[in-house]
């Protein structure tokens, strides 16, 4: 995908969450969002957004913890 590929309002939301914490796994982006989604409609958000390589993983114990790949002017958000 391309970098110039938009965000839908839910990525919006979960980049700003991102932004905001650094680094966090998915019940912690669900707390920083209004209103949200299932953990499973956050999970496939953020598999999304890694393709589009705007955000990175790492796995930390049992669970993954997702963090931004750019700045939040050059993410759009």
């Known amino acids: 995908m391309e970098k110039s590929d938009p965000l839908s309002r839910r990525e919006r939301q979960i980049m700003d969450a991102l932004f905001a914490l650094g ?16 953990a499973n409609a956050v ?5 999304i957004l890694e393709t589009k390589t705007h955000v990175r993983r790492r796995k ?15 993410a759009g958000s």
């Open 23 to 38: 680094e966090a796994a998915i019940p912690a982006i669900r707390e920083h969002m209004v209103d949200p989604p299932s």
């Open 43 to 47: 999970r496939t958000m953020l598999q």
């Open 60 to 74: 930390e114990g049992r669970s993954f913890l997702f963090s931004p790949t750019r700045s939040r002017m050059s």
